[in-house]
């Protein structure tokens, strides 16, 4: 069991929002920090802007742009992380697809169409079954809305240049949890499934009846993934 800080980093257009349940789930008897991953434009400025504000050592897990980020922590200093979790991610960087898609939603960002993103993004976020949640929609909007449109426009710049961070994996040291939600239609389960087999000793834990926003969607059957995470 770990009382170490516990640091959680969001996902690409998320907030604090996304970690809500599991902050206060977890707040007891331990520290628990949700990182401002918005400033730099690089993946490798927003891993050294989070550990410039974070403490010496602690459990770190990050969600999809927030796992791109944690991995590149690992790389950089991997002696402060004392467990890392990986949520709703992956570890290759963009085909030419992807790309092609984030710089979309940039040029729509950056004329003035960032508003819409929220909502065009949302059916790819989360599983079949909340499409029509009204309440989770609110949260997803809200996330966006508090980012803004310049921060997502940095965020977007960052992923695209991101690196293959599956060569790095196998140097993990510390335990590792990979968690998916079984429905992620970004980042599916078999993406997950590599992840966890290249690094040394990772436990994989797929989320039933969750998309890529496992934490908002099933906020219970996750914090109880992330409890067994830290007191392993």
């Known amino acids: 069991m770990t009382s170490s800080p516990v640091l959680f980093v969001p996902g690409l257009n998320c907030t604090a929002m996304l970690w809500a349940t599991q902050v206060a789930e977890l707040g007891a008897g331990r520290t628990v920090m949700v990182a401002d991953h918005t400033r730099s434009a690089t993946i490798a400025g927003l891993a050294a802007d989070i550990l410039a504000d974070a403490p010496p050592r602690f459990a770190l897990a990050g969600l999809s742009m927030g796992g791109y980020v944690a991995m590149e922590i690992l790389r950089v200093a991997p002696e402060r992380v004392e467990r890392l979790c990986l949520l709703d991610t992956r570890a290759d960087a963009d085909g030419l697809e992807q790309a092609e898609i984030r710089r979309q939603t940039i040029e729509i960002a950056e004329r003035g169409g960032f508003s819409k993103i929220a909502a065009m993004q949302y059916p790819r976020l989360v599983a079949p079954a909340r499409l029509d949640d009204e309440a989770l929609?609110?949260?997803?909007?809200?996330?966006?809305?508090?980012?803004?449109?310049?921060?997502?426009?940095?965020?977007?710049?960052?992923?695209?240049?991101?690196?293959?961070?599956?060569?790095?994996?196998?140097?993990?040291?510390?335990?590792?949890?990979?968690?998916?939600?079984?429905?992620?239609?970004?980042?599916?389960?078999?993406?997950?499934?590599d992840m966890a087999e290249r690094i040394p000793a990772a436990r994989l834990v797929v989320i039933p009846e969750a998309g890529h926003l496992s934490p908002i969607e099933t906020p219970r059957p996750v914090g109880e993934a992330l409890k067994t995470w830290l007191d392993g």
């Open 137 to 193: 929609q609110r949260v997803v909007r809200a996330m966006a809305d508090a980012t803004g449109s310049a921060a997502f426009v940095r965020q977007q710049r960052a992923i695209l240049g991101r690196i293959d961070s599956r060569p790095s994996l196998a140097a993990i040291r510390c335990p590792t949890t990979v968690l998916v939600g079984a429905e992620d239609q970004l980042t599916p389960p078999e993406l997950a499934r």
